[in-house]
């Protein structure tokens, strides 16, 4: 099952914050969190495996709470190349179960 | 880091024909290949997931024998559009599963291609 993401669509200023959050209503194995931009492939962010971890990539970080099958993605002081569409990937906690499951995305527009 | 090279970038075909896409895994053997098509605008949907050296799973509605999917070696995999229509216009992607120490697994992407069929 897709998972949700919200919000659809967000436009910062250059310098601030924003949370973007995926929800499962399976139980998960790994969030995984992408960027891509108009016209490329997706760029992989980073994974977080089912532990309510918190990972760290630059001024990109990412939380998982198992328990809630949740996952945020916390963008800080953000620049223009942040721009772009954020995806998060599912994986499910069931035997075999390799395949991602998207999200539909959420639009980031940072502007100066 | 592990790289899959993806080709054509861009295809443009008439309707009717087929068309092939690669994807090779460069410095690693990628046993497991996915399929992705992506609409503008929208999210990345599975079509398929292939494994090296046998069939392809298809998901639900995605056309087996419209959409051919070989992958005969642990290097490459290939897509093949058969009798394409307007409507199979689209971005279509491949992930591979790559193993990473103390993390499983991860999934890494071609650079996709952009299918227009006229």
């Known amino acids: 099952q897709q998972p949700v993401q919200s919000p659809q669509a967000v436009i910062l200023r250059e310098g601030e914050d924003a949370v973007i959050n995926c929800s499962s209503s399976?139980?998960?194995?790994?969030v995984h969190w992408y960027r891509q931009k108009h016209g490329e492939a997706p760029v992989f962010l980073m994974i977080?495996?089912?532990?309510?971890e918190q990972k760290g990539h630059e001024k990109i970080s990412a939380s998982f709470n198992e328990k809630k099958q949740q996952s945020s993605l916390y963008l800080t002081a953000s620049q223009l190349s942040y721009s772009g569409t954020y995806f998060c990937?599912?994986?499910?906690?069931?035997?075999?179960?390799?395949?991602?499951?998207f999200g539909k995305g959420t639009k980031l527009s940072v502007i100066p | 880091g592990a790289v899959v090279s993806q080709h054509p970038s861009r295809v443009i075909c008439k309707s009717g024909t087929s068309v092939k896409i690669e994807c090779r895994s460069l410095?690693?053997?990628?046993?497991?290949m996915f399929w992705y098509r992506q609409f503008p605008k929208q999210s990345l949907m599975l079509m398929a997931t292939?494994?090296?050296?046998?069939?392809?799973?298809?998901e639900q509605g995605v056309e087996k024998d419209k959409f051919l999917i070989n992958h005969a070696s642990l290097t490459l995999s290939t897509l093949t559009v058969t009798s394409a229509h307007p409507e199979d216009s689209s971005f279509y992607i491949c992930?591979?599963?790559?193993?990473?120490?103390?993390?499983?697994?991860?999934?890494?992407f071609g650079s996709g291609t952009r299918l227009t069929v006229v």
């Open positions: 992930s591979a599963k790559v193993g990473i120490p103390g993390v499983n697994y991860g999934y890494t």
């Open positions: 399976k139980a998960l194995y790994s």
């Open positions: 977080l495996l089912k532990g309510g």
């Open positions: 990937g599912t994986r499910g906690s069931g035997a075999g179960s390799y395949q991602l499951t």
């Open positions: 410095d690693f053997q990628a046993t497991t």
């Open positions: 292939s494994n090296e050296g046998s069939k392809a799973t298809y």
